[in-house]
């Protein structure tokens, strides 16, 4: 399955995006899907799971401000960002979840002060 992460640009602090991870095929069989995150200089970073049965966990850093939602009828998993912040910049990655699938290009996410 191919995973493709749209949605990312430049935001003021304060702002909202939504982005959005279109799969190749169906994506029911798939237990977990994730959002992780990766800022220059730093590791990749775990921000979302969500879970076949709507099940979500959260990164402490961006709890009460993301929201991960899984449509499985339209083979997508979109993440909500809202009261973005100048440090949740980075290349976000949308990918199973604990899996050795390969990651794709992500989509860059840039929060200005």
């Known amino acids: 399955v191919q995973l493709q992460a749209s949605g990312g640009g430049l935001v003021q602090a304060g702002g909202s995006l939504r982005l959005s991870c279109v799969a190749s095929?169906?994506?029911?069989?798939?237990?977990?899907l994730a959002w992780y995150r990766q800022a220059s200089g730093k590791a990749r970073e775990e921000v979302a799971v969500v879970t076949r049965g709507g099940g979500t966990r959260y990164a402490a850093s961006v709890k009460g401000r993301f929201t991960i939602t899984r449509d499985d009828a339209k083979n997508r998993v979109d993440l909500q960002m809202n009261s973005l912040k100048p440090e949740d910049t980075a290349r976000y990655y949308c990918?199973?979840?604990?899996?050795?699938?390969?990651w794709g290009q992500g989509t860059l996410v840039t929060v200005s002060s």
């Open positions: 990918n199973i979840f604990q899996s050795a699938h390969p």
């Open positions: 095929r169906s994506i029911w069989d798939i237990d977990a």
